[in-house]
């Protein structure tokens, strides 16, 4: 793939994501009510409209990925402009090719990508609720009382 078929690309990718979130948009512009077709809440069960609002949901966080990802295709479209599309913004090492035509907005070689976002933290309730203790472990809790179970909670290795 020579420059412009990337750069024609950029353009493609642009095109079809701005298809996208206008779609998107469009949905999530209608309200709740008439998204729903129903005249009345009161008669819905609530796991219905749960359903319904996870939907609108799952639509409105599609749609920020995808302007996330528009900006990134317009950085690599600036990038073609100033001479510096292909090129790593972290080591300065030109991107694999095969990689310039899986991940055309890229801006990072592959060396670069792996060893980078991976700072995601998890939640503050994860590090509260340990996952599995309870299943992994060879204690059965039907047995215990509060202050026994709270314990081996606190102190798993006091076995």
Known sequence: MNNIDYYQALLSRK?????????????????????LDELSFYDQHPGDVASDTYER??????????????????????????????????????????RLQRVVNTTRCAHCARGYGHTYTRPAEERVVR?????????DIAGYDYDEYHNTLHNPDSD
């Open 57 to 98: 949901e799952k639509e409105a966080g599609l749609l920020e990925m995808l302007e996330f990802e528009l900006e990134k295709v317009n950085d690599a479209l600036v990038n073609y402009q100033n001479g510096t599309y292909g090129i790593c913004e972290q080591c300065g090492q030109p991107i694999e090719p095969a």
């Open 15 to 35: 095109e079809d994501i701005e298809e996208q979130i206008s779609r998107r948009r469009d949905i999530l512009q209608i309200p709740l009510s008439e998204y």
């Open 131 to 139: 996952p599995g203790l309870m299943y992994d472990t060879a204690v």
